[in-house]
């Protein structure tokens, strides 16, 4: 099998060698028959797929650390994530909605050894972001689902790749999956597996028709029947950077303005600062629209599940090129169009059968915050960089804002992936003139 | 009505036959005794003193002494020429680490991407897959479980370390036993034979004696167990004083088809990773914690005959892979070696009463040409438990309506399945292991092995329990068997 191709870098050596491909699954049989239904909105999100990858700096706790210790924590640990080793199948009836029987089958791993250390990865990342992919191996579900892996985990020593089904769940779910695995490997017991949750069928009391309005957050797609990627024809390209707290704090008070008592909060400022900046390069009034996507922190409960992501909506009626930052951001803190009532009910009145995205349809941002990626500790160590993003996006592009461990956590990680075109001049403009301009 | 109580009336009728005719040397020494002693005791008591002591007053010292020597010296004779009693002391099975285990859908999902240019192919494993009796815990060597699969002779080597010296170190905590003490080392493993072998491999990781005797035997399939058994016993007759070693594993490494003919698929999705190490003996001081004596081996090869010799046969495919190709006539031929192998053992294990019911049988059928059906001795009367080599639930399926058994006496055979798959000669011990560990094993209990394999051969073993075994904690079954006996499915939905 082979890694996923990307844009090559032309070494003479293969970066990514000694490649093992094996599955690992639940240590502990799960009871036959048991399956569980991914809710309306799970299923919207049946073509996006996460990918992260940790790094950990060389340390000579990591030389006692062998792939058999790995496996074996492995079984140990998808005891309590027995739900993700299942596969999708379809329902017979009801138009062939979608669900996960338990069946132990397991995520697939992939091992590898690298021909470069983390620094000078990191190195070569800071030119290439395409690089990156390598890292991860993952290929997306289809074309039978009965016999397509949920998750993939890469393991090389001492970078981890996963790529994560965003059916399943959000990103806190993936990152609390990986922490998890942390925990393990330092000897803890596996814990209750987490509740996550599953549809329901709601019946609308009769005379009471629901009204259905159209989200303004997906975007149709060809139908994909089992394989599920979105065709996309528009080649996209990423591009990341780091912003310290420094940066950031100029940033901030440039588009607090006049609040300076009150700034603006460091996700809803970069959104303003990168609409801005990427409705510059977009034609028509594609720009006026963009979708934020945040955790819900008021919902401080244990379940993770794609239920907590909050979609909502920011428009304009004028000129995002010509309007005051300082407007842009207040509009994006108030986010008031939520999508999620909208979301679930047109699923579901499709019966769970379309197939859309929801990433990328407009200008996408993303906020991965709150998530806990630094939390995870292996040996004692956390990594020394985590980075996410999500695969399958429209060509709207999408820009995810994740948390560093430089600066206290006080700076930010940003990847920003758009149409190649449309990429290029966004990164010079960024450089040029934001990043530039706030040292 | 009338027809279960004439069915009640012969199932006493035959009980009771067949207690007259096992206990008939009883029944003849009381009446003789009676027939004695009744009259004498008419007759006045101090006579038959006199009677007695009379011819002694006339031998003088020589005939004594000849005498008394006589009796010692045929006594003397008969110990001598007795066989020595060889024992089991204890045995260990190895358990798979559950990174191994392979359950059905894993199985699938490999099988369909190593296969993918062969649909069929796959489509038969599950078929296969479905109807075996193989359960979610059984598993595979860890090379096989990569995309595709690595067979390496490395890989190879790895497995057999892990299987054979986890076992050998369960063996030793068990009993006791210090590598230096063992005099014989037996081992059998019909596919994988390196050089150096694998008995050499293990004097070399335990640093066993350079005077030990060491044995390897490779090719001769899944009955090769009881055939290193009888080995064992053969040198353990010839050497006092000894201890052997046995282990009977199969390594699948190296074995595993990856090619698209049927009849070679069929054992990858049957034979598991296992292995046993046993420790036998015939050393006095071993006699009171043995668990077992053995009685008899009984070995059967049918050879001779062509079909049987290729009914499993290991050649390469149109496309040059190597595989392990059974023929359909499988278990018309294992049938046919288990007649061969009963018709010896029969007389050596069967009470009386059935041996002398096959005869009257026989004598009919043969010389005075009644239409009866051939009598199948009732085997049940000659043992308590039966080990049926775990082969497949087909091979299960004949022996039982063959020898009559009920479910409870292969139940131990289908659970080995069913748990560890076919580990070829192994399965035997953990079967054993099984019936150990359900607590039903009581001293003074019959056991039955009986192991079919390559060649084509059928072997048996009969054991008798030396001492009630108590179930252990540390065997293969201890944290599993409270969910055992389970129902199998005849066919399992995937």
Known sequence: ?439 | MSLSSNSVKLKYLKLGYQYFVNNILSFLLITIMASITLPVLRNDHTNIIDTISHPLDHLNLLQLLTFTFLIIFFSTLYLMSKPRSIYLVDFACYKPPVELQVPFSTFMEHSKINLKDNPKAVEFQMRIIERAGLGEETSLPPAIHLIPPNPTMEASRLEAELVIFSAMDSLFRNTGLKPREIDILIVNCSLFSPTPSLSAMIVNKYKLRSNIRSFNLSGMGCSAGLISIDLARDLLQTHPNSNAVVISTEIITPNYYQGKERAMLLPNCLFRMGGAAILLSNKRRDRGRAKYRLVHVVRTHLGGDDKAYRCVYEEQDPQGKTGISLSKDLMAIAAGALKSNITTLGPLVLPASEQLLFLFSLIGRKIFNLKWKPYIPDFKQAFEHFCIHAGGRAVIDELQKNLQLSAEHVEASRMTLHRFGNTSSSSLWYELSYIEAKGRMKKGDRVWQIAFGSGFKCNSAVWICNSTVKSTTNGAWNDCIQRYPVHIPEIVKL
């Open chain 1, 1 to 439: 099998m082979t890694i996923e191709s990307s844009s090559s870098s032309s070494t003479l050596e293969p970066l990514i060698y000694n490649v093992k491909l094996s599955s690992v699954g639940p240590g502990e049989m799960t009871r036959p028959d048991t399956i569980h239904e991914p809710t309306s909105i799970d299923l919207a999100m049946k073509l996006h797929y996460l990918k992260g990858v940790y790094y950990f700096k060389s340390h000579e706790a990591f030389a006692s650390i062998t792939i058999v210790q790995i496996k074996e924590a492995m079984f140990r640990w998808l005891c309590q994530f027995y739900v993700i080793c299942g596969r999708f199948r379809r329902f017979s009836e009801d138009s062939g909605r979608p669900y996960l029987k338990c069946n132990d089958c397991g995520a697939r791993l992939m091992e590898a050894e690298c021909a470069k250390t983390i620094e000078e990865w990191l190195e070569l990342l800071s030119d290439d972001d395409s690089l990156e992919k390598k890292l991860i191996f993952g290929q997306p579900i289809g074309p039978q689902i009965e016999y397509s892996p949920n998750v993939y985990l890469q393991c090389g020593g001492i970078s981890l790749g996963l790529s994560w089904a965003h059916v399943l769940g959000d990103v806190h779910l993936a990152s609390f999956f990986i922490n998890t695995w942390g925990k393990i490997m330092a000897g803890h017991k596996p814990g209750s597996p987490p509740v996550l949750a599953q549809y329901t069928k709601e019946e609308t009391p009769p005379g009471q028709k629901r009204t259905l309005n159209e989200p303004l957050s997906i975007k149709w797609v060809d139908p994909v029947g089992d394989q599920w990627v979105p065709s996309l024809t528009t080649k996209m390209e990423s591009f990341s950077f780091h912003i310290s707290a420094t940066q950031l704090g100029r940033l901030q008070s440039k588009v607090s303005g006049s609040k300076k008592s009150d700034p603006v909060p460091p996700f809803e400022s970069l959104c303003a600062i990168i609409w801005q900046c990427v409705a510059k390069f977009k034609t028509g009034t594609e720009s006026n629209v963009v979708t934020i996507v945040k955790h819900d922190s008021c919902k401080k409960n244990k379940k993770f599940d794609n239920e907590n992501q909050v979609i909502s909506i920011v428009k304009t009626k004028c000129s995002v090129v010509e309007s005051d930052i300082e407007e842009l951001a207040t509009l994006v803190m108030k986010g008031d169009i939520h999508e999620h009532e909208k979301l679930k009910n047109w699923v579901e009145s499709e019966k769970g059968a379309l197939d859309v995205i929801v990433y990328g349809v407009n200008l996408t941002f993303v906020s991965f915050e709150q998530a806990a990626f630094y939390e995870l500790e292996l040996k004692g160590q956390n990594p020394v960089h985590a980075s996410y993003w999500v695969d399958g996006i429209g060509d709207g592009g999408a820009v995810f804002v994740l948390p560093t461990s430089k600066d206290d956590g006080k700076g930010r990680f940003v990847t920003i992936t758009l149409p190649e075109k449309e990429l290029i001049k966004v990164k010079h403009e960024l450089k040029e003139n934001v990043l530039q301009a706030s040292e």
